[in-house]
């Protein structure tokens, strides 16, 4: 069995992830851990995890964490995984990290973008990008890995075969997102007020949203190609799920079946991505509570565009799921092992 340490065990992503992996046929959770709940048990913070023979929350301590554990993940704020991932891999662990402190592969674009202190540069270049379905055997032979963001997880698997295609301009990209509040974490704000929120939606961080850099980094790296994002988030009244629906501009006239087949051979082999009949519809619902991303494309032969539509569970594929897939294959396990194969429906 492998031993799983958590760290931020108290937030949504921690807590998603205690759910799956007390499924998994090949892992014991063996320590939580909280900043501020030490001694705790975790059923008192999430009673829906009652009765599941949790271990208590512990303290955080980097030789702890790297002796007790096979893995740690980490679903901390950002800036606690920079200053602690280093130290658990230095003294023989290995660290699957959902913060985003190892996404960037430029220390200055993070600073710009994050607006904190960067980690140690020869860290990120260590760091293994977990797009899994991209990034498979740098994943499977890495000690660290960069779970990607929910936003450019959606974004990326639409996106990523149309850029490596050539048939469409990589600068004329716009992203239009709308995500559930559990994107924004379990902290108490204004901006997540339920009278505030409820029966409304609106756009935020327009033009500076943190996940941009990240996509237009990935986008690049597969096409070998400079790219811009014009990447607009939303935030609507739902607990989960991100829809992405992504426009660009076809340098060649393909067929909405050509682009069909093009995801279609793209993703044979991959368990979690499911490319729906071309001109569908995909729909947040349909994948709640699964690791699963649904991709449906469209041309709209007027404009010259092809228009995409991603649908992931923010909390699963685009989070909890996702690093545990990435384990999965770090661990040359089957890659679907201790991850729901039939989403929540209704």
């Known amino acids: 069995m492998i031993r799983v340490g958590i760290v931020g065990a108290t937030g949504y992503g921690g807590a998603e992830l205690v759910r799956l992996l007390a499924g998994h046929p090949q ?124 936003y450019p997880t959606a974004t990326l698997l639409g996106l990523l075969p149309l850029a490596k295609s050539g048939w469409v301009d990589p600068q004329s990209w716009i992203v239009d997102a709308k995500s559930g509040v559990s994107g924004a974490g379990r902290g108490v704000s204004l901006g997540v007020h339920f ?41 609507i009244p739902m607990t989960r799920g991100i829809l992405a629906t992504a426009y660009g501009k076809l340098t060649t006239q393909v067929s909405a079946d050509q682009i069909q087949e093009l995801l279609l051979s793209t993703y044979a082999d991959q368990p979690f991505v499911r490319v729906r009949p071309a001109g569908s519809h995909p729909r947040t619902k349909e994948v709640y509570g699964s690791n699963y991303c649904d991709i449906a494309v469209h041309v709209d032969e007027r404009t010259g565009r092809v228009i995409v539509l991603s649908v992931i ?30 989403p929540v429906f209704p």
Not at 45 to 69: C, M, Q, W
Not at 207 to 224: D, F, M, V, Y
């Open 27 to 150: 892992v014991r959770i063996a320590n939580l851990y909280s900043s501020s709940s030490e001694g705790e048990p975790l059923d008192k913070i999430f009673p829906h995890v009652y009765n599941l023979g949790l271990p208590a929350l512990s303290s955080i301590d980097a030789h702890h964490l790297s002796k007790e554990n096979d893995v740690v993940f980490f679903a901390t704020p950002a800036g606690v995984s920079a200053q602690l991932s280093p130290q658990v891999v230095e003294m023989g662990g290995r660290v699957i990290d959902l913060s985003g402190d190892f996404r960037l592969e430029s220390p200055a674009v993070y600073q710009s973008w994050y607006k904190r202190e960067p980690a140690a540069e020869d860290w990120i270049k260590q760091a293994a990008y977990g797009l899994t379905e991209w990034n498979k055997e740098q994943v499977a032979g890495a000690k660290l890995i960069a779970n990607p963001g929910c």
């Open 195 to 235: 009278s505030e929120l409820n029966e409304s939606i609106h756009a935020y961080k327009i033009g500076q949203h943190q996940h941009t850099p990240e996509i237009e980094q990935e986008l690049k790296r597969q096409s070998g190609v400079e790219t811009i994002v014009q990447f607009t988030p939303h935030l």
């Open 313 to 342: 569970d923010n909390v699963v594929k685009g989070a909890a799921g996702q690093a545990i897939h990435n384990m999965n294959v770090m661990f040359d396990l089957p890659e679907t092992a201790g991850l729901p194969l039939v």
